[in-house]
């Protein structure tokens, strides 16, 4: 099993940045995929970013060039670095881990609020 946590959200201004960690812990070698989701009050999760084991990135189109997902190995850590966020960018943010076999893991979650 993987236990994930997640920490860094908060309120910030729009326009303004904040960096996500999520920290691993448990059968870590078995991970080959981590992402970050979100969820917004009233819409379905949704893919952020994602990060495959040798540094592929994926993201999605609405945080192309404002976020970076990246890795640390020596940390079991994975970080959101998210800039000139808007409003829109408000949400619940989890971070997830697929593992060899096909289980994937959750942490519990993060808010992040954009508001001025």
């Known amino acids: 099993q993987v236990q994930l946590v997640e920490s860094g959200g908060g309120l910030v201004q729009p326009g303004g940045s904040l960096r996500l960690s999520c920290a691993a812990s448990?059968?870590?070698?078995?991970?080959?995929?981590m992402g970050w989701y979100r969820r917004a009050p009233g819409n379905q999760r949704e893919l952020v970013a994602l990060?495959?084991?040798?540094?592929?990135?994926r993201y999605a189109g609405s945080v192309k060039g404002r976020f970076t997902i990246s890795r640390d190995n020596a940390e079991n850590t994975v970080y959101l670095q998210m800039n000139n966020l808007r409003p829109e960018d408000t949400a619940v943010y989890y971070c997830?881990?697929?593992?060899?076999?096909?289980?994937?893991?959750w942490g519990k979650g993060t808010q992040v609020t954009v508001s001025s």
């Open positions: 990060i495959i084991n040798g540094g592929t990135t």
């Open positions: 448990g059968s870590i070698s078995t991970i080959y995929v």
């Open positions: 997830n881990s697929l593992v060899t076999g096909g289980m994937d893991y």
